[in-house]
């Protein structure tokens, strides 16, 4: 669908060019290291969070390094607070991940204020939920679209998405398409947004953007966005289809809304989901 623009997380490969004439070398300094910070309160509680993280150097393989000694807190406009706590499950893989405790869920029209704070650094932010379509249903069918994926002959069935956009002011709209709880899309991790101007008033049968295997369970997410938030996802696209020619300008980081010169965005949307199984037999 022309309306949706995708967005790729994507390895950077480095490579080493040369010539019988001259050698280039690139100057690769390492660069001033940035706190990262991905957070999202939503409608639904268990999808609340905050990710704190910082940059690496440019030949610095593996994940990012975690920050796991911060002071994190979300409040709203009416004062309430809700403290985040740093992996309560102590999960290996959730270093860096802070969740509220107790749980709360966002409400829509409330604006929500982060802060972080460690090391004798302060970052802040704040985002407004805005209303989200509802999802009227998901259906499954056999796919048009062509022939299965040659890696996953089985993949055959295409998941249809339907909904209803009754909200009378302009609003923004991030989807994902989840197949047995993995998300999915052309690349792993793909994220689609759409201005609801041009969806107009109904979703009539959008095929999510992956095929499905008979008794996959197939689930889509919608997301309201604030303009903010749908500007940032708009420069991570440009960010991450830079071309990266050696010649190319350096792409600039994407607009946030934090405070101190922290990279990332701190998200407050409203959530509309549903699931369903593709089941042929029945």
């Given amino acids: ?32 290291e940035r706190v990262i910070i ?40 009416e ?15 959730s270093s860096g991940i802070y969740i509220p405790d107790p749980p709360f869920s966002g409400v829509v029209g409330h604006t929500y204020f982060l802060e972080v704070s460690f090391d004798g650094l302060i970052f802040t932010g704040s985002d407004k939920m805005a209303p989200v379509i509802a999802i009227d249903s998901l259906a499954w069918g056999l796919s048009t679209s062509g022939f299965p994926n040659l890696d996953e002959p089985e993949h055959i069935y295409e998941v249809l998405l339907y909904a209803e956009n ?6 923004f709209l991030l989807f994902k398409f989840y197949r047995n709880d993995t998300i999915t899309g052309p690349e792993t991790n793909s994220i689609f947004t759409a201005d609801d101007q041009l969806i107009g008033d109904k979703i009539e049968g959008l095929s999510a953007p992956v095929l499905f295997a008979k008794n996959d369970t197939a689930r889509v997410e919608i997301y309201s966005l604030s303009q903010p938030a749908f500007v940032y996802y708009n420069d991570l696209f440009n960010v991450l289809n830079n071309d990266g020619g050696l010649f190319s300008p350096p792409p600039a980081n994407p607009r946030t809304n ?4 922290a990279l990332g965005f701190f998200q407050a949307s409203a ?4 699931s369903i199984i593709v089941d042929p037999d029945n």
């Fill in 1 to 32: 669908m022309e309306t949706f623009r995708t967005y790729f997380i994507l390895l950077a490969l480095v490579g080493l060019f040369s010539s019988c004439e001259e050698t280039i070398e690139l100057d690769l300094d390492q660069t001033e």
């Fill in 258 to 261: 934090l405070s101190n010169g």
């Fill in 79 to 93: 004062g309430q607070v809700f403290t985040m706590v740093h992996n309560p499950g102590n999960h290996p893989d």
């Fill in 166 to 171: 009754v909200i009378p002011d302009r609003n």
């Fill in 271 to 274: 959530l509309s989901t549903d």
């Fill in 38 to 77: 991905e957070g999202l309160v939503s409608t639904q509680s268990d999808k609340n969070f905050v990710k704190i993280s910082k940059s690496s150097p440019f030949y610095v393989a593996g994940s990012t390094p975690r920050v796991t000694n911060a002071v994190v807190t979300v409040s709203n406009q």
